[in-house]
């Protein structure tokens, strides 16, 4: 099981930006997909980007693609989620997870887009975006 810590979460005005960073330890992170979700209140848990093992895979959905970049750095097990051009959309807590299946093969956005696909959550961050 991995234990995952996010940070980097805050207040800021619409248009900035934020890191998150997603520092994981417990399992062999560097064999795992990593996937960044969010929730708004009132609403169900929402893919924002996921990256594959070795981090030459990204997947983004439409409405944060082009403003959010994922990265890893598997030497220091974490996950890092740039944020630019925040909207008041954007407000939410935001969770890291790591996918079930070790060295996964199969990448597709409609896998990696599903919570299902992640065992392991951190507790979330928020962002709230101020318009």
């Known amino acids: 099981q991995a234990h995952l810590v996010e940070s980097g979460g805050g207040l800021v005005q619409t248009g900035g930006s934020l890191r998150l960073s997603c520092a994981a330890s417990g399992r062999s992170f560097s064999a795992y997909a990593v996937g960044w979700f969010r929730q708004a209140p009132g609403y169900e848990r929402e893919f924002v980007a996921a990256i594959s093992q070795s981090g030459n895979t990204t997947y983004y959905p439409d409405s944060v693609k082009g403003r959010f970049a994922i990265s890893r750095d598997n030497a220091k097990n974490t996950v890092d989620l740039q944020m630019n051009s925040l909207k008041p959309e954007d407000t939410a807590v935001y969770y890291c997870?790591?996918?079930?299946?070790?060295?996964?093969?199969?990448?597709?956005?409609?896998?990696?887009?599903?919570?299902?696909?992640?065992?392991?959550w951190g507790q979330g961050t928020q962002v709230t975006v101020s318009s």
């Open positions: 997870a790591v996918d079930r299946k070790l060295l996964r093969t199969y990448f597709s956005k409609t896998v990696m887009s599903q919570p299902e696909t992640y065992a392991d």
